[in-house]
């Protein structure tokens, strides 16, 4: 089985493992120091909107939808 592993300083290791349709994850359910969450509207306004109907097409035809 494949994993990406990254090193922190703190010498901590995150470990990401790949999904059934091939994203690498990291299951944080045991992890309650560090929760990283962004709204997709927060993220929407950086792109204009063909570059987000472009993702939105793409994650598409690659079927990575949530």
């Known amino acids: ?11 901590t290791c995150w470990v990401f493992m790949p999904s059934s349709k091939g994203l690498f994850f990291s299951d944080v ?3 309650v120091t560090h929760v990283l969450i ?3 509207d927060k993220n ?12 939105h097409k793409s994650r598409s035809i690659q079927d990575i939808n949530r």
């Open 44 to 55: 929407k306004n950086k792109y204009t909107v063909r570059q987000y109907s472009d993702a």
């Open 38 to 40: 962004n709204t997709v």
């Open 29 to 31: 359910k045991g992890n």
């Open 1 to 11: 089985m494949t994993a990406l592993m990254v090193h922190k300083e703190d010498s």
